[in-house]
């Protein structure tokens, strides 16, 4: 106590979240997460890791390794680059968003002769690109591509992307953040290497924890690298033998960050992954279908773009931050700002887990029509709702019942 000062119970606002992520929490992870602790080498707690291990197994559609990595996405992401390469050795990095560029950053620190294919942001990027850098670079041994790039909205063929880095004879790994649970994804059938994603987007868990995906492929490659990896705390072999049959000590696991995801994937799988992702793709629609009614543009093409998130063109004259600001302040209904090439000229609406049900695009189209004239750019009242719903009587949302 400071002076007398008494600190009382944290409260926060409640907020409609339609932003890139983290989306909302269901009342039953939460339930989840404020269980007991046990410790983390307790056989009960074992009991939780086994169960939840095969759970995100059915999550990735794998039958090799899956577990979770204790940090957020971009711990899941570091694991990959310092465990699947050495200093030194070429690793190819296709960037086409923000969080490709983090790719490069990462592993440039680490030391390794980083070869970025930069393309077209707010397109889906052309495998012969990749192909072309291999054949220019044959001794790659890791390829890397995001799934799904949140900042551009994109979605990538990495299945293509895994082929031809076998081919070469080189790893491949992906992010699969904004598309795990939320899209197709298929681990084993697509031949991929090693996949990570978070907890906080289409899984609807808290952010803190990251799901991946291991091959046997990969970690044969990283129990025999010459050197270790030089993060002892991001080491996958290591973190996979904790979450393996003999549970060998390693790290704290943060105990109710798994209780969280162990109910969130439980959830998911409830609803089952097809039902889900249908869900994902109908609301998307129908939330397109109202933004065309308003006349806004969605730079990303139709045939490129993620139905989780989506990037909306600011009209001219339209300011980012105090249209967010008042969708905030007035509406409480949170949306994402442009980030890298696309700061300040989009707004990115996220459509994820939770937070992906028709009462939520109703309330975004419902809030837009009322604030954009107030900028200037005027609109048909009533239109963009009556789009959305003409859309979902075509295609329905199923039911989100868990």
């Known amino acids: 106590m400071n002076n007398g000062q008494r600190y009382e119970p944290l409260t926060v606002p409640k907020r409609v979240i339609l ?44 039958n090799q390794r899956a577990f979770a990595v204790a940090g957020a996405g971009s711990a899941g992401m570091e694991a990959g680059l310092v465990s699947l390469a050495s200093p030194g050795d070429t690793v190819i990095v296709c960037s086409y968003g923000y969080f490709c560029e983090r790719q490069i950053i990462m592993a440039e620190r680490i030391g390794f002769n980083v070869v970025p294919l930069r393309t077209e942001w707010g397109r889906s990027m052309d495998p012969k690109v990749l192909a072309d850098a291999l054949d220019e670079h044959p001794d790659t041994q890791l390829v890397v591509g995001i ?28 992010d699969v953040v904004t598309s795990l649970a939320g899209c197709e994804l298929k681990f084993d059938e697509w031949d991929l290497d090693y996949a990570y994603a978070g907890s906080q987007k289409c899984l609807a868990a808290p952010p803190g924890i990251s799901p991946v995906a291991l091959s046997e492929r990969a970690l044969e490659y990283i129990r025999n690298r010459p050197k270790p990896p030089s993060s002892w ?7 996979a033998d904790y979450w393996g049959s003999d549970h060998v000590a390693h790290h704290t ?29 109908a609301n998307a629609a129908a939330l397109r279908s109202g933004l065309e009614a308003l006349n806004l543009e969605m730079p990303v093409p139709e045939s490129d773009r993620l139905d989780q998130l989506t ?15 008042q969708l905030l302040n007035e509406y409480s209904i949170e949306v994402g700002r442009g ?19 028709p009462a939520n695009v109703f309330a975004l189209l419902n809030a837009l029509e009322k604030v954009l004239p107030e900028h200037g750019f005027e609109v048909a009242n009533g239109a963009a709702m ?13 039911i989100y019942s868990v």
Not at 24 to 34: E, H, I
Not at 233 to 239: A, K
Not at 273 to 279: G, I, K, Y
Request: aromatic share 6%; net charge negative; with cysteine.
């Open 19 to 62: 932003g890139p992520g983290p989306s909302s929490a269901n009342p039953r992870v939460l339930r989840a997460m404020s269980l007991p602790i046990v410790g983390y080498l307790d056989p009960a707690f074992f009991e939780i890791l086994d169960e939840l291990s095969g759970m995100l197994g059915e999550i990735f559609k794998t």
């Open 253 to 281: 696991a943060p105990v109710s960050m798994i209780y969280g995801l162990r109910e969130a994937v439980g959830m998911a799988l409830n609803e089952t992954l097809e039902t889900r992702w249908e869900r994902h793709e």
């Open 147 to 174: 799934h799904a790039e949140t900042s551009a909205g994109t979605s990538h063929p990495i299945a293509e992307f895994a082929r031809l880095a076998h081919k070469a004879g080189a790893l491949f790994m992906t």
């Open 311 to 325: 990037v909306v063109k600011l009209p001219e004259g339209v300011d980012d931050i105090k249209l967010r600001n």
């Open 386 to 398: 009556a789009a959305a719903s003409s859309q979902l009587a075509m295609k329905p949302s199923p």
């Open 339 to 357: 980030l890298g090439k696309f700061a300040g000229d989009v707004v990115r609406v996220g459509l994820m887990g939770e937070s992906c049900v």
């Open 233 to 239: 705390y991001l080491d996958l072999s290591l973190i």
